[in-house]
C-alpha cells in the first residue's frame, strides 16, 4: 500500500454551455475526488473578487497542478476555435503547452458530447491528441477506469516478465493473461485439430479460473459504498479475462464442433471454490458478492451466446445440470440449480453510485453489467438472456430476478419480456427445437404447465423493482399456450 499516492492534482477546463453540461462536469469532479484525485474547479475554488484570468493562467501554469482536463463539448469546441470568452483565454494559454514536448501529457481532452456521425468533438488544436470518450453511458465505466489509471500511471496492460524461449513467440502485442494465450491457440488450432476441442476448453477454463482466482477484493474504509467500490473495482479487474471468455466460446459455439457440456458444467461448479476466498465476518460478505458478480456474469453471458448461435443444446444443458458447488455453504454436497448463481449485490453497489456519481440507478447491477457490454453480444441479447433464465427458473418453481430487465429495447407499459425464443413457438418447427431446454418432451406439457401457472395466483404473478411502473410479463403472456405450435 506504500506505494499508493496520496492524492494527484488536476483542473478541469469547462464550458458553463448550460446547466444539465455543468452538472455533468461536477459529477465527474466529484467521482474523480472521491477516487483520489484533487480536483481544482472554479465551481469551488474561484471566489468573488478573484480574477478570472489569473485563476485560470494559473490553473494551466501551476507546476502543482499535475493534469489538466480538457472537457470538450460543441460550445467548448466553438469558443477554443474562437477563441472566445474564458474558454479562449484557457486555450490561448494551453496551446502553447500543448507543443512542448515536456507538457504534452499534462493536457488530456475529455469527450462530452459527439457529433451526428458519432465523431467525437474537439477543438483544432486537439484534433490528433488522444483523449477519453465519457460521451456513452454504455462505455463509461470502462472508459473512466482508464482516465483514473492514466491520471495515477497504473495502465491496464502491463509489460510481461521477460519468458524463456522457444517456449512462447511474443510480439508487439503480448497480453499477460493466459486465458488470451489459450485463445490464440485456438483460433490457430481448431480448424486443424478439432478433435482435440476438448483439451482446448480444459486448458482455457483452468487459465480463467487461475486468473481469477489470483484476484484480490480489496476495502478502503468501513462505509457501504467502500464496499461497493471494491466491488466495481474487482469487476474491472477481471474484464480481460470475461472478454477472452466470450471471445473463446462465441469461436466455440460457433464452429458447431461437438464438445462435453459437463466441461462447462465443471466449470462454474469449480469456480464456487472463489466464493470461500479472503476474509470472514463482514469482510467476507462483500467478498463472496464480488466473485457471485463474477459467476453471475459468466453464466449469463455463456447462455447469452448459446441463445445468439441457437446452440439449445448447451442451452439445456446449462439449465438442466446440477452443480455440486465447492463453496463452504454446500457442506452436504447437495446439487444446485443454475438460480445459485444469481448474485445480490445491489445495496452496496448502489451506495457506491449515489456516493460517487450522485446517481440513484433502479437496478445497480444492471447497470453494472450493461455499462460493459461487449461487440460481441448486444445490450438487447443480454437482457434476453436474463429473462430466459427467469421464465425456465420459473416453470420449475425457482428464482431468478432479471435485473437487466429494464434495459429491454422494446419495454412497454408491463410489456416487458417478449422474448423471440418465446413468442416463436407458435411455429411447431420452432418449439421441437427448443422444448427440452425448457424441460418438456411435447406441445401438451408445456400448455399444462402454462394453465397451471395461469391459474394459480402464487405461480402466476409479475416481478419488478419496486417504485417502477414497468413489470415482466408472467410466461403465458408472452407466448398464449393455445397457440403453441399452431403454425408450421
Not at 380 to 393: F, G, K, N, T
Not at 446 to 475: C, H, T, V
Request: glycine share 4%; with cysteine; hydrophobic share 35%.
Amino acid at each position: 500500500m506504500d506505494n499508493i499516492p496520496s492524492s494527484i492534482k488536476v483542473f478541469i477546463s469547462y464550458s458553463q454551455t448550460n446547466p444539465d453540461h455543468q452538472d455533468w462536469t461536477i459529477r465527474l469532479a466529484n467521482r474523480l475526488v472521491s477516487d483520489g484525485v484533487d480536483v481544482k474547479l472554479d465551481k469551488w475554488d474561484l471566489k468573488p473578487g478573484h480574477d478570472l484570468h489569473k485563476f485560470m493562467e494559473t490553473m494551466v501554469s501551476d507546476l502543482e497542478i499535475q493534469k489538466v482536463l480538457i472537457v470538450c463539448d460543441k460550445t467548448y469546441v466553438e469558443k477554443a476555435n474562437e477563441r472566445k470568452g474564458g474558454v479562449g483565454t484557457e486555450t490561448a494559454i494551453i496551446t502553447p503547452g500543448i507543443y512542448k514536448k515536456s507538457d504534452q501529457e499534462k493536457f488530456i481532452p475529455i469527450v462530452a458530447e459527439k457529433d451526428d456521425d458519432g465523431n467525437a468533438i474537439l477543438p483544432i488544436y486537439l484534433e490528433s491528441r488522444l483523449y477519453f470518450d465519457l460521451s456513452d453511458e454504455s462505455t463509461f465505466e470502462m472508459n473512466y477506469e482508464e482516465l483514473l489509471r492514466n491520471l495515477f500511471q497504473r495502465p491496464s496492460i502491463s509489460k510481461p516478465a521477460l519468458g524463456r524461449p522457444p517456449k512462447y513467440l511474443f510480439d508487439e502485442a503480448v497480453n499477460t493473461y493466459k486465458t488470451s494465450i489459450a485463445l490464440k491457440r485456438l483460433e490457430y488450432q481448431l480448424d486443424r485439430h478439432p478433435e482435440r476441442l476438448n483439451g482446448f476448453i480444459q486448458e482455457f477454463l483452468d487459465s480463467v479460473f487461475e486468473e481469477i482466482s489470483q484476484l484480490e477484493i480489496s476495502r478502503e474504509g468501513n462505509l457501504m459504498s467502500d464496499a461497493g467500490k471494491a466491488l466495481v473495482s474487482f469487476v474491472n479487474k477481471y474484464t480481460p479475462i470475461r472478454n477472452d471468455f466470450i471471445l473463446f466460446f462465441q469461436k466455440v459455439i460457433r464452429s458447431e464442433i461437438k464438445f462435453e457440456f459437463d466441461l462447462i458444467v465443471s466449470f462454474f461448479e469449480k469456480m464456487t471454490l472463489l466464493l470461500n476466498n479472503k476474509g470472514s465476518g463482514s469482510h467476507y460478505a462483500y467478498q463472496y458478492e464480488g466473485f457471485l458478480i463474477a459467476i453471475h456474469e459468466f453464466f449469463l453471458y455463456m447462455v447469452a451466446l448459446s441463445l445468439k448461435y441457437r446452440s439449445y443444446d448447451l442451452l439445456e444443458n446449462l439449465f438442466s445440470s446440477l452443480y455440486f458447488t465447492k463453496d463452504r455453504e454446500n457442506y452436504n454436497n447437495e446439487g444446485k440449480y443454475f438460480t445459485y448463481f444469481l448474485s445480490k449485490s445491489n445495496e452496496d453497489l448502489a451506495q457506491y453510485y449515489q456516493h460517487a456519481e450522485q446517481q440513484s440507478y433502479p437496478s445497480p447491477l444492471g447497470h453494472l453489467f450493461t455499462s460493459r457490454i461487449t461487440k460481441e453480444v448486444s445490450k438487447q441479447e443480454l437482457v434476453e438472456a436474463d429473462l430466459l433464465c427467469h421464465y425456465v427458473a420459473e416453470l420449475n418453481s425457482k428464482y431468478w430476478f432479471p435485473c437487466l430487465y429494464i434495459y429491454f429495447d422494446q419495454a412497454r407499459y408491463r410489456e416487458v419480456g417478449k422474448i423471440e425464443i418465446l413468442y416463436r413457438m407458435i411455429s411447431s418447427r420452432h418449439f421441437e427445437k427448443v422444448k427440452n431446454l425448457f424441460g418438456f418432451d411435447n406441445v401438451e406439457g408445456f400448455k399444462k404447465k402454462l394453465n397451471e401457472m395461469k391459474s394459480d395466483p402464487n405461480a402466476s404473478r409479475q416481478y419488478g423493482i419496486p417504485g417502477r411502473w414497468d413489470r415482466i410479463l408472467a410466461i403465458y403472456q408472452v407466448i398464449d399456450p393455445e397457440k403453441i405450435g399452431v403454425e408450421k
